[in-house]
C-alpha cells in the first residue's frame, strides 16, 4: 500500500461509514420491501452493506431505466468463474440473472436515499411512497 492510500484509509472514522451505510440500507428495505421480496430483512451486527439488493426479473431493462434517471446501480457479480460449472448452482445462477445491486454507501445523503428509493419504486412501475413527518 502506498503512503498517500494508507493516510486516506487510516483518516477515515469507519464506525461512521458503518453506521451510514446500515442507515441507508434498512432506509430502502422500508422502502422497497413491497417491490421484491428483500433477501435479507435483518443485517447481522457490525454487517456493512455495499449495496441493496434488489430482485428485478429484468436486470438490464431496470438498469437502463435507473441510470437514464441518474441512478448508478450495480451489476456486480453476473457471472460465474469459468472454473466452475453453473448448472451445479441453480438458485446461485438465479440470483446471478436477478439481483440487482442499489447503491447505499455513507456518501448518501438521507435525501438522497429517498430520491434512489422513489427512483427505484418508478423503474419497477410502482409510485414512490408517501412521506410521512417525523
Same mark, same amino acid.
Given at each position: 500500500?502506498?503512503?498517500?492510500?494508507?493516510?486516506?484509509?487510516?483518516?477515515?472514522?469507519?464506525?461512521?461509514?458503518?453506521?451510514?451505510?446500515? @442507515?441507508?440500507?434498512?432506509? !430502502?428495505? $422500508?422502502?422497497? @420491501?413491497?417491490?421484491? #421480496? #428483500?433477501? +435479507?430483512?435483518? !443485517?447481522?451486527? $457490525?454487517?456493512? #452493506?455495499? +449495496?441493496?439488493?434488489?430482485?428485478?426479473?429484468?436486470?438490464?431493462?431496470?438498469?437502463?431505466?435507473?441510470?437514464?434517471? $441518474?441512478?448508478? *446501480?450495480?451489476?456486480?457479480?453476473?457471472?460465474?468463474? #469459468?472454473?466452475?460449472?453453473?448448472?451445479?448452482?441453480?438458485?446461485?445462477?438465479? !440470483?446471478?440473472? *436477478?439481483?440487482?445491486?442499489?447503491?447505499?454507501?455513507?456518501?448518501? *445523503?438521507?435525501?438522497?436515499?429517498?430520491?434512489?428509493?422513489?427512483?427505484?419504486?418508478?423503474?419497477? $412501475?410502482?409510485?414512490?411512497?408517501?412521506? *410521512?413527518?417525523?
Amino acid at each position: 500500500m502506498s503512503a498517500l492510500a494508507r493516510r486516506i484509509a487510516l483518516s477515515q472514522d469507519l464506525a461512521s461509514v458503518v453506521e451510514a451505510r446500515r @442507515r441507508n440500507y434498512f432506509f !430502502l428495505l $422500508g422502502r422497497l @420491501r413491497d417491490v421484491a #421480496p #428483500p433477501l +435479507f430483512n435483518q !443485517l447481522p451486527p $457490525g454487517v456493512c #452493506p455495499l +449495496f441493496y439488493p434488489l430482485r428485478v426479473e429484468d436486470k438490464a431493462e431496470v438498469m437502463a431505466r435507473l441510470s437514464a434517471r $441518474g441512478v448508478e *446501480t450495480i451489476d456486480f457479480w453476473r457471472r460465474f468463474h #469459468p472454473a466452475c460449472d453453473a448448472s451445479a448452482f441453480p438458485e446461485v445462477a438465479e !440470483l446471478r440473472r *436477478t439481483v440487482l445491486e442499489i447503491p447505499c454507501h455513507q456518501d448518501l *445523503t438521507p435525501e438522497r436515499m429517498a430520491v434512489v428509493a422513489d427512483e427505484v419504486r418508478k423503474a419497477a $412501475g410502482l409510485r414512490p411512497r408517501l412521506r *410521512t413527518a417525523g
